[in-house]
């Protein structure tokens, strides 16, 4: 794809950025990491501009940009409904949800969901949290370090194995340093670099096709004008999306974590809803730059997940193809460190924190900052497992929604719950979710078509038959 002087080129400018990125990790830990509350929800000050753009920078990383485009262009415009359903659930997360989130996590101080579904269900509902979130989290973060292998597979030549472990140590380093207030002001950087760069693709691919009717009459052509339409996807998919990534958005701890970081609840508010607009055209963006890849510009791809790549070099001269590559690893980076943090913070929060004596801030700190580098080690290993981007991301949320939908929003809203069936309800979905998963989905099943209604019927049967908690609801 690339001659051996524009892969050195590509290769120094990939080192460049992250040496920089790193450098900038190392003065935010020295000049603003002073606590616990700094590394982990960044000192609860955020204001408008980075908290939009951290918002954007998470929601858009490898899988939505790489992952989308190849679904798109293998697949047609039904698969707008992976975007579609992750902007549905964000509109209801914004009337429904975030309210109530934030009033918690001042009120109480939270950091983590955990702190919730403890506050809620008693301390042994954190067990099952933390592993339902990094079981998605590690997932989430592995399918980041996929995405860096393929660039570094384009651009250095190193095989994908190699660069899984390579992007593995960089991010790691640099999300163990610099914590979610470095990981927050990269993300404004990054979300403005990848947002610019996806639209300004997305208007010259457009153009050079010659726009929407050149494009479908060539797939017109070839008897697959059915690909343009966002109704070419069966029902089943359409669920699985939606109950996965659509329905994720609810018990996204990166997301509860920003709610908490914003520095009020106006800014979060905003915040959130200028993001989900900004994401969800962007995913519009980016599938159909999909589409105009197979059918404008015709190209025939012989491995659709480098689609990017081949859309890129078709369209630009060499000087652009850096500055595409410079958007996507922006787009990468951005979601990576946000999702190695929240995994992280569950692991010092809600199982080391709880059990140790007297924890000073300096201590919390210190352990905060190993269990990024424990998390970076469950990624490595799922993304070894599962190198395929979108199927990495849904496998993950599966086990997520599966174990923490149901009680976190029953929980939070039907005052009847009980403290028994809130805990037996994630431990029932998460293990039916994750077993089926193991077994390779029995009956072509999908492990959330289980997981999820059999942890909503065990919570409202449980709470019907158990003695209401004699303690006061702390909602």
Known sequence: MFSGQERMILGVIVIVYFALLFAFSLYINKRQIKSYDDYNVAGRSVSIYPIILTFVGTAIGGASLLGYMENAFTLGMGQQWLNIGGFIAGAIMAFVFLKKIRELGEKYNMVTIGDFTAMRFGEPARVPTVISILVAYCAITGMQFVAIATILNLTIGTSMTLGIIISWVLLTLKTYFGGLKSVIWQDAIHGTIQTLGIVLLFVIVIFV??????????????????????????????????????????????????????????????????????????????????????????????????????????????????????????????????????????????????????????????????????????????????????????????????????????GMFWKRTTKVAGVTSMWIGLVVATSWQILGHPFGIHPVFLGLPISIITLIVISLLSKPDELENPL
């Open 209 to 410: 096709s010659g726009g929407w009717s050149a494009m479908s009459e060539n797939a017109i052509a070839l008897n697959q004008g059915d690909h343009l339409s966002i109704f070419g996807i069966t029902p089943t998919e359409v669920f699985i999306y939606l109950l996965t990534i659509g329905a994720y958005q609810f018990v996204r701890q990166d997301l509860w974590q920003r709610f908490w970081a914003a520095k009020d609840h106006k800014t979060a508010m905003r915040g959130y809803w200028i993001s989900i607009i900004v994401a969800g055209l962007t995913g519009v963006f980016v599938m159909t730059i999909g589409i105009f890849g197979r059918y404008g510009l015709q190209l025939e791809s012989a491995n659709p997940a480098l689609i990017y790549y081949e859309v890129i070099e078709a369209i630009f001269s060499f000087p652009f193809v850096v500055v595409m590559v410079i958007v996507l690893l922006a787009t990468v980076i951005s979601t990576a460190d946000s999702f190695f943090m929240a995994g992280a913070s569950s692991i010092i929060n809600d199982i080391i924190k709880p059990r140790m004596k007297n924890p000073t801030d300096a201590k919390l700190l210190q352990y905060s900052r190993y269990s990024v580098a424990l998390v970076s080690i469950f990624a490595l290993l799922l993304a070894l497992y599962i190198p395929q981007l979108v199927n990495l991301w849904v496998t993950g949320t599966a086990m997520l929604v599966s174990g923490l939908l149901a009680p976190v929003a029953f």
